[in-house]
């Protein structure tokens, strides 16, 4: 086991995943290089590329992506084919552009067409309210497969549950409850398809964006797992032997317990405001480029004012020199 470990993990948030593109800006000018890296959600996104490069290059490439994105871009609603009888012969050209528009819900003719529609909407496998195509294109030019083979360890985490409306309902609701644990994915173990399926399923939030299968089972956002065993991914980094972690959380939670790393140092990144709670659906979907600067930068600014990193970083570099190590043994020894 190595002397000295540092790992980095990156919470979910949605858009508010912003906000790790600034302190991994600053993480990068202080000489923090992370050995393993762990990511929920939009954290595993991020941290995709954080394995890939070197971080000062991953720093400077996550705020290209970020910075290009527009909520348009990310989020496109789910288009689904009209029934036939709605194409009318005496309108062919209506007909067409009428199918290049997402379908809207319009008012059923008869109960039996709205028990139709219903029976349709519930039994839909896939169902999700945005097309995954969006993030498909984003993940496909973020994420360089064959860097990240050969980058350093990643971990991503991703909820077991099930597929379709009343699956994605369900999985709200075992969110809510606490109940259920995210599962967490060694990345470079995976086949390629299988990386992308498992940073979509990561990012899938529910009802927004569609179940992911993987062997054999259906997985949704990791940000659904109990605190940590999902949405702030330290554990597999301490499996893997990390001795210390930078987290950056961005959700308003209580802060964590260092009982339960013993031996590990724990140092949390946290917004100095709300940017994030429970129920605020567009804090977590608002990717216009206001919001995303805005978030950058006070990302940039919390981690540039953390009284913690100078000296997590001073302790890291002791302890890498051997000299250094030896003396602060015998300093230790001494007191």
């Not at 302190?23 to 393993?36: C, Q, T």
């Not at 970020?66 to 496109?76: H, S």
Request: glycine residues 8%; charged residues 25%; positive net charge.
């Amino acid at each position: 086991m190595e002397k000295v470990k540092l790992g980095l993990a990156l919470s979910g948030g949605g858009a508010c995943g912003a906000y790790e593109v600034g302190a991994i800006k600053v993480l990068a000018k202080m000489g923090f290089e992370p050995r393993a890296v762990a990511g929920s959600s939009i954290g595993a996104l991020n941290g995709a590329v954080v394995s890939a490069f070197r971080i000062k290059k991953a720093a400077a490439r996550l705020e290209k992506i970020w910075l290009d994105l527009y909520t348009e871009k990310v989020l496109q609603p789910r288009q689904r084919p009209l029934p036939v009888k709605t194409v009318r012969p005496a309108g062919i050209r209506r007909g067409h552009l009428r199918l290049r528009r997402p379908a809207k819900i319009s008012p059923p003719e008869t109960t039996g067409d709205f028990f139709s529609s219903l029976r349709q909407l519930l039994t839909d496998k896939a169902f999700a309210i945005y097309d995954e195509t969006p993030l498909d294109n984003i993940i496909n030019s973020a994420i360089n497969l064959k860097r990240l083979y050969r980058g350093k360890e990643f971990y991503a985490s991703a909820f077991p549950g099930s597929q379709g409306l009343t699956g994605a309902v369900a999985d709200l609701f075992y969110w809510l409850l606490a109940r259920g644990k995210s599962e967490f994915f060694h990345i470079q173990s995976l086949s390629p398809d299988k990386i992308l399926t498992v940073l979509k399923a990561s990012a899938a939030v529910p009802l927004a964006f569609p179940a992911q299968q993987i062997n054999g089972r259906y997985y949704r956002d990791g940000s659904l797992g109990s605190r940590n065993r999902g949405n702030i991914p330290i554990e597999p980094l301490i499996a893997c032997g990390c001795t210390h972690i930078i987290a950056v959380i961005l959700e308003n939670s209580s802060r964590l317990d260092p009982k339960d790393w013993p031996g590990v140092k724990v140092v949390e990144i946290r917004p100095s405001k709300q940017i994030l709670q429970m129920g605020n659906i567009k804090a977590l979907f608002d990717f216009s480029p206001e919001r995303i600067a805005q978030l950058i930068t006070l990302g940039e600014k919390d981690t540039r004012g953390h009284k913690e990193l100078p000296q997590l970083k001073k302790e890291i570099s002791s302890l890498r020199n051997p000299w250094r190590r030896l003396t602060a043994t015998i300093r230790r020894k001494g007191k």
